[in-house]
């Protein structure tokens, strides 16, 4: 069975958007959980380069389009983090899954790294997918139920490669902001 967890990146106020694309970056290829970078692979950019390249392409956006956003708000790039059922398969297996489910979730418009984690007992992938097309004239069409749509394309590519699926899916969990407010007694849901 896969999990599949999604969102959107945006800069710290204290960091420029190229510092913030390269953590999220690096934090991924992290050698230590990526077999020393050999499950680590990337999409119409370098591994080595991707934060930089995903930079240049967002500056490419702003000149062809002339759109611009506050760096608190822009979505700079997007994560998806894909986790499989442990000892159901292994890691150069969960990479190359990963690869083809980020191709086909980005539709192939995107530039995007993947790294396969295998630091916990569970093989898990880290993919980073930039916000901005390859052609540079447009961005990631984040709708309201995207994190519905990987779940649903990451199901559909493990029943072709013969691995398990969740069948009943829980409800997603609460926001941290509503389970801080509970637990301290100031939820407005709860009152």
């Not at 967002?58 to 389009?65: A, F, R």
């Not at 297996?93 to 980005?106: D, M």
């Not at 072709?160 to 926001?175: D, F, M, N, R, T």
Request: charge should be positive; glycine fraction near 4%; hydrophobic fraction near 30%.
């Amino acid at each position: 069975m896969a999990v599949v967890h999604f969102g959107n990146r945006h800069c710290a106020k204290n960091q420029t958007i190229k510092q913030c694309i390269k953590f999220h970056i690096d934090y991924a290829k992290n050698p230590e959980k990526t077999q020393y970078g050999l499950l680590v692979s990337a999409y119409e950019c370098h591994t080595e380069t991707a934060a930089e390249e995903f930079f240049i392409s967002k500056k490419m956006y702003e000149m062809i389009t002339k759109r611009s956003q506050p760096k608190e708000r822009d979505n700079i790039s997007y994560m998806l983090m894909q986790s499989f059922q442990p000892e159901e398969v292994t890691p150069e297996k969960a990479h190359e899954i990963g690869y083809q489910f980020a191709h086909e979730f980005t539709k192939g418009q995107h530039q995007f790294v993947i790294a396969t984690h295998t630091d916990k007992e569970h093989i898990h992938n880290h993919i980073e997918f930039n916000s901005i097309s390859l052609d540079c004239t447009h961005k990631f069409n984040g709708y309201k139920q995207w994190g519905k749509a990987a779940q649903k394309l990451s199901d559909k590519i493990r029943k072709e490669h013969g691995l398990s699926v969740i069948k009943a899916p829980k409800q997603k969990g609460k926001h941290y902001a509503q389970w801080k407010a509970e637990k301290e007694g100031k939820s407005w849901k709860q009152i």
